[in-house]
């Protein structure tokens, strides 16, 4: 079974989304990285793009294949995790911890961003109708 942890936000598209005192951090799920297998790339937004949830931000390579990151939440990229440009496996390995993807600053408050997404109970809801 994969990893879902609580106090985070989930999208359909199997990202997440952290909030904290000014930003919200961005990665995917342990589920998702577990279905693409062995990732080899990630194409990551420029900071200082600005994002609209539920929209494409960047792509995830996989020796499998290629798939479409999407935003879950509206706002400007203020910070790229660099370190996936050389070492993407992080994502495989610690998807909620170093293999986080991006920051982004929102209007307002980042946990009422969040608060907008799935929670862990809903997330894993949707994964058992898979």
Do not use: C
């Not at 989930?10 to 909030?19: D, R, S």
């Not at 600005?50 to 203020?78: C, H, Y």
């Not at 993807?101 to 994964?127: C, R, T, W």
Request: negative net charge; without cysteine.
């Amino acid at each position: 079974m994969s990893e879902i942890r609580t106090g985070l936000g989930y999208t359909e598209e199997h990202e997440w989304a952290e909030a904290t005192a000014t930003v919200v951090r961005v990665g995917i799920t342990d589920y998702a990285q577990s279905l693409l297998g062995d990732i080899v790339f990630v194409e990551l937004p420029g900071v200082g793009d600005a994002l609209a949830a539920n929209q494409p931000m960047g792509t995830i390579e996989s020796v499998k294949t290629v798939s479409d990151l999407f935003s879950p939440v509206d706002g400007k990229v203020v910070r790229v995790n660099e370190e996936l440009l050389t070492a993407p496996e992080k994502v495989n390995a610690d998807p909620y911890g170093e293999g986080w993807i991006i920051e982004v600053e929102v209007e307002g408050d980042p946990a009422e961003a969040v608060k907008g997404l799935m929670d862990a109970a809903q997330y894993e809801a949707l994964l058992g109708s898979k």
